[in-house]
């Protein structure tokens, strides 16, 4: 005899949704027994964070810079996007963010402003949204379409240990991911290239011919030029007498 099984249950459009304090346990939970990434201490009306400096650390930059390191990468370690303060976020070997400053000055980058930030023990990144079957339906995120939660760009696995893809100082990791070195090279770049381009569509919005004042350059000016007439030779400048 033919026994015909119900068609799966769905939630009925009128099922309350689910609460945010639901959801941060869920997303906690996730992160603490599936993958064994330790989350930081819970805080009233904050979203639930991951701890670096344990499993990982991170690298962090603008959005836009991040999108373009993507491209130039097609392997790194799990990268998260933080739609929120439009930061995105590469995984890196734990030690790795104590190498950075020092990286970026062989690289020729030292004493440039480049919107990265290098998180080691002690610093927490928003934890994206679970992939799976604890994850709830989305359409995919891209370069415009970012959400202000946080997402996972490229997510971990489950099941599988995260460090042997992280980027390591001096070799890539076993997961194929890039050299560190390469990774804070493309990195500045791209932040570099990212502060450049708001620089020049800054200036185009300027109304033609403006150019901003800078209050403490224009006071000192004004102050050199007051003591100009005591270091002028007689009659180089007309009205200007002998120095007083």
């Keep these: 005899m033919t ?17 945010d304090a639901h959801t941060r346990r869920r997303r906690r939970q996730w992160y603490e027994c599936v993958l064994g990434w330790p989350t930081a201490p819970t805080v009233a009306g904050r979203p639930v964070e991951l701890l670096t400096g344990v499993r990982f650390d991170a690298l962090g930059m603008p959005a836009e810079a991040g999108f373009a390191v993507l491209g130039r990468l097609p392997v790194t370690g799990p990268v998260a996007l933080d739609g929120r303060a439009r930061k995105m976020w590469f995984l890196t070997a734990v030690g790795s963010a104590e190498e950075v400053p020092g990286l970026l000055g062989w690289l020729e980058w030292g004493g440039i402003a480049l919107e990265l930030t290098a998180l080691g023990p002690g610093g927490r990144i928003a934890a994206p949204e679970p992939v799976g079957r604890w994850s709830a339906p989305q359409r995919p995120y891209g370069r415009r379409e970012a959400a202000e939660a946080a997402v996972w760009v490229r997510p971990p696995v489950p099941g599988r240990p995260v460090e042997p893809t992280l980027p390591v100082a001096g070799l890539g990791g076993d997961g194929g991911a890039p050299d560190l070195v390469r990774l804070v090279g ?48 007689h009659g180089s400048q007309p009205g200007h007498g002998r120095g007083r």
Excluded: F
């Design 3 to 19: 026994v015909v099984l119900p068609c799966p249950c769905r939630p009925s459009a009128a099922s309350p949704p689910l609460t």
């Design 186 to 233: 493309a990195a500045a770049t791209e932040c570099h290239r990212t502060r450049l381009l708001r620089a020049g569509e800054a200036r185009r919005d300027q109304p033609p011919g403006y150019r901003p004042e800078r209050p403490g350059i224009r006071r000192g000016i004004r102050q050199e030029i007051r003591r100009w007439p005591s270091r002028t030779p």
